[in-house]
Each structure stands twice: as structure tokens, then as C-alpha cells.
């Protein structure tokens, strides 16, 4: 639903980048995975029926696959807000398709997407009970903890930044985010560094280089890289400045994943 570009195009960019492995993570909104007319309420989602979208992706990367038998092709979902719908992630992180999950919080309960948040009124006060009733969320599903890895992490900050210019006193979440990167750590979990907030204006990776240093120290090992591509000529996009910021952060490697488990590549 997010994305227009060709998939043959951006597994042939790929290619031609020489990157060891792209992985097709398309959306699925476990609240949004049946057409509209099964939910009540509707007014805080733009997009339904994920449950098509879902066996559409995985059917056309499993196939292609095949095709680019000599690429590294890894057939992934970015599986949002999973505790919305056990049942549905369940169903879905158990489809023996799935290379990769990635699994995030695009919507907290009662609000819409952060991409679709107007925060240009919005009091101090206001920001920071979202953030806090975010940062609950992925602290959740970091406990719940059945995927790969976390995706974008701070993905709250994203819009409010780039539009309205807004920087939350980061401070307050300290201790919320210490417990997630080790619950994380503790399954042996990872995070995704996502380079698109370089090329989108917001200044660092999702997450920064401070939360990836933490997330090592707290004993994490696994670390993915993804540029968050939506179009050809995003894919890759600062791909080398994220594995510097794991190397930054104290490891020596980076990881995609084959069959749900960690392949990984040493940082030269
Ligand atoms: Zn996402």
C-alpha cells in the first residue's frame, strides 16, 4: 500500500548496487488485516485488507526467488502492531514463506498513524504523553518478541521533526527504551538501524547512534541495515553510513536473515 515501484526494478538496483541481500518487507497492519467493513471503528485508518496485500507479497517474492536464484532475495514482512491482532501475527509470522520479520509500531491504540498526526498545535504536553504511550507500546512488543527485529525505533519522531520541527526532551524515555533494547538482548532479538531518516531530512538513523551504542551494551548482537526504500532510487540509500554507526557502536557485524535466522556479515 506504501509503495508503487516495480519489485523486478528494485531487485535489479540491487543487483547492480552488489548489496549482499535485499530484503522485501512490505507492510502488514495487524489492525488493518481484513477488508473495512469488519471494524467498528474506522476513522483513525486510511487502508484495510492487509490479509491481500499479505499473500500477494509473499507469493510474487517467493516466486521471484526462483527467478533470481544467483541474488540474495529474502522474503520479509514489516508486521505492524502485532499486539492489535495476536491471532493474526501469530498466523502470519508462521508461514514458512518468511525469511525476515521486522516488526514495528506505526499507530498507537486510539490515535492514527504518526504519519498522519497533525502536531503543529500540539502542547508539550501533548507530544510527550504520544511518545510515552509509543515508547509503552514497543516496550509491549518488545516483551511479546516473536520476529527478528525491531524496526525504526523512534519512528514517533519521524514527522514531527521533519514537518514541524518539533525535538522532544528525549530524556524523559531513558529508562523505557534501556528496558526495551534489553528485553530485546535478552531473546536474542535485534534492531534495525533505518537509514531513511539521512535522506528524508530528519539528520540521523532510526534509531541514533546513542540508542544502538545501548542497545550493544546491554548485550544486543544482532543488528539489520535497511535504507526504508519506497521507490528504486531510494534502495541502498546510505546503507554505508548505517553499518559505520553499528561499527560505531561497537559491532563488528550486521546481520539479514534466511529462514528466521541471522546470517551475518563482518563490518570491514
Ligand atoms: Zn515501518
Redesign the pocket.
Known sequence: M?SEADIREMIERAMELDLAAYAV?D?CECNCWYPKEHYENTELFDYFNYKDDFEASLSAVTELKEKYSDFNLICGT?L?QPLADLEIAEKCISDSRLDFV?S?V?QIKDEKDFFYINYYHMTTAEINNLLERYFSEVYELCKWGKFDVL??LT?CLRYMKIRNNITPNMKLFDEIIAESLRTLADKGKGIEI?TSGIRQGFGTTFPSLKYIKLFRELGGKIISIGS?AHKVRDLGANIAEGAELAKAGGFNEICYFKKRQPVFIRIN
Open positions: 506504501d518487507t507492510h514489516e505492524g521486522i514495528s506505526h524496526g525504526h519512528y533505518n526504508d
